[in-house]
């Protein structure tokens, strides 16, 4: 936009106003090009001008400005934020009960946002919240409560969390830094677990991988992750190998007791949440007569991550380097 702005003071200043009123320069908001509102992003970032065109969960989203009020769905989606330093725009998280708590490092700011809900948000309470925009883990906006159609007919851009690899997660980091104007922030935080878990590969090198099995929880067999679930691929990084990771048709999949015991883990990576507690699982796992006949069972060779910690977000590095460290305590 150009403002022509004529001052005559007096006509000592008369050159002066005139050269004013040939200024190119753009106004705070727009862009000198004609492209529409920009944002002044707050990490150091360029411009970013709107509208934003993306790619994600198999549809196109536009964002015509910087949202103001965020909901983050899920406990990976709510420290992401943190991590990219854009927490002071969310107004509710979900899934707190799926916590173990945040990371030291961004844990006031996380504790600072309200709880939206608990444990799973409800439809009510999305489509009451005024939010603007909604960063929420697939599974927790879906056909079983409030779905992307819905929110987005309330006037909310809807970017899921949904990545199955490294590089999936990266660009859902980059496509953040995009549309909030903190491109800066996000390029600093990809390069920090690219090293990081560079750093793990690099002492794991030539080591046999370990033969993992997953246990979220025990009820007429055994409910664990697929190799398709971005779990899979982090216990990988790790140097160890999910013994289910030829199943792909699911995230998630219930194997039978005795399936485990033809496969012989050689460790059992529980995780750590509400409920059951982890106590109450390693029991579960003791107890039963099939999973008892194991090894790793009578050997007691349990390792346990929270389940936030393995779900795409900003953990991945952090993630790795807790489960290398458990599966190889001697070399870390």
Not at 192 to 219: C, F, H, W
Not at 237 to 243: C, P, R, S, T
Request: charged share 25%.
């Amino acid at each position: 936009m150009k403002r022509k702005i004529c001052v005559i003071i007096c006509a000592a200043m008369a050159a002066l106003s005139l050269a004013a009123c040939g200024s190119d320069s753009p106004v705070e908001g727009t862009s000198s090009a004609g492209e529409g509102p920009v944002s002044r992003p707050e990490d150091g970032s360029s411009e970013t001008a709107y509208p934003i065109h993306l790619e994600n969960y198999g549809r196109e989203i536009t964002v015509t400005k910087r949202p103001e009020r965020v909901l983050t769905l899920g406990p990976n989606c709510t420290e992401l934020f943190a991590a990219l330093g854009l927490s002071d725009l969310v107004a509710g998280r979900s899934l707190v009960n799926h916590s173990r708590g945040p990371l030291p490092e961004y844990a006031e700011a996380v504790n600072r946002i309200p709880e939206l809900n608990h444990s799973s948000a409800t439809r009510e309470a999305i489509l009451s919240s005024g939010a603007d925009f909604v960063y929420a883990i697939d599974w927790e906006i879906s056909d079983t409560g409030c779905n992307i159609q819905e929110a987005e007919s309330y006037g909310m851009n809807v970017y899921v969390n949904s990545a199955s690899t490294l590089e999936e997660q990266y660009q859902e980091i980059r496509d953040l830094g995009r549309i909030f104007g903190a491109e800066a922030s996000a390029e600093a935080f990809i390069r920090n677990q690219q090293e990081r878990i560079s750093a793990v590969q690099d002492t794991l090198k030539n080591r046999e991988p370990l033969k993992v099995l997953v246990y979220d929880s025990g009820n007429n067999g055994v409910f664990t992750c697929s190799g398709s679930n971005f779990e899979s691929l982090l216990i990988e990084l790790a140097g160890g190998q999910n013994i289910f990771g030829d199943l792909t048709d699911q995230q998630w999949v219930t194997v039978s007791y005795e399936e485990v015991l033809a496969r012989d883990p050689d460790l059992i990576l529980i995780h750590d949440y509400d409920s059951p507690s982890l106590e109450e699982k390693i029991a579960e796992i003791k107890s039963d007569p099939t999973l008892a006949q194991l090894d790793c069972v009578k050997e007691e060779r349990f390792a346990s991550i929270t389940l936030e910690s393995v779900l795409p977000g900003d953990r991945m590095a952090y993630a790795v380097e807790h489960m290398a460290e458990s599966f190889f305590p001697e070399l870390f």
